[in-house]
């Protein structure tokens, strides 16, 4: 469908060019708030430009749904619902992470043709990680097949979960070690490494998600969302998606986590 080396080498270019150079060298004008809220820089600004120049050039009459121009559109994800393939781009994730100086941010690319994944990327550069999967084609780190066996005790897993999942009482005891990268991108690269067994997601931003639900499912783990659905870009479920090693493990965390939804605020 689309020249995979050449995405690659379009993440690294776009890190190398226009993500590094700001890296602890932010200045204050080049960062701020947007309007609906989060934090932007002028790094997540130009990576999406080039971004969506690149890939479209590399597949002509595709469509590009970036986090950015997102914000500016009253209904970003009717693009979604067309035959025509959907660029969906997250230019900086841990934007935060970034501007803080934090190692923690990625780069992710997934490709969508009528809400189904086809392909995604993920690339970490401080890191020096990139995963990438296309559906039925399994999950790779440069030549190496990724495969997510299967998990651990309840007491020794290790999981991302938001703050209040995280401080529900009883939840520290449960698990081995509880965390969040407060980065997506992370949080499934490490999934998909066997880093994480588990990691719940709230807020389901198509750019966010896409990429790193196909890849670890295509390195063999199982991600639903909470309601026992499948996760599709654009979709918003009340509950959010769950990503674990297999199907075991994703069911054992639903159950901790369940009683935590009714403490939250609508």
Known sequence: ???????????????????????????????WHKK???????????????????????????????????????????????????????PLDGTNNFAKGSEDFAVIVALSVSKNIRAGWIYAPIHGLMINAEEGEGAWLGDVRLQISGG????????????????????????????????CGMEYLDMARGKLDF???????????????????????FVACLDGTRYQPGDMPSKGLLSARDQNSWNIVAEAIDPVFATLPN
């Open 152 to 183: 651990p005790n309840e007491s020794e897993m290790r999981g991302s979960l938001g703050r209040r999942f995280r401080e529900f009482a009883g939840m520290q005891e449960r698990f081995a070690d509880l965390s969040n990268a407060s980065c």
């Open 1 to 31: 469908m689309v020249d995979v080396t050449r995405v690659f080498e379009f993440l690294q270019e776009v890190a190398d060019a226009k993500i590094l150079p700001r890296f602890r060298a932010l200045e204050k004008d080049e960062k």
């Open 199 to 221: 990691a719940h997601f709230r807020r389901l931003k198509p750019w966010d998600h896409a990429a790193g639900d196909l890849i670890v499912r295509e390195a063999g783990g």
């Open 36 to 90: 609906i809220g989060g934090l932007v820089t002028v790094a997540d600004i130009e990576s999406e430009k080039f971004l969506s120049r690149v890939l479209v050039e590399l597949l002509p009459g595709s469509l590009v749904l970036g986090e950015e121009s997102a914000a500016s559109q009253e209904q970003p994800y009717l693009c979604l619902e067309q035959d025509a393939p959907v660029w969906i781009i997250d």
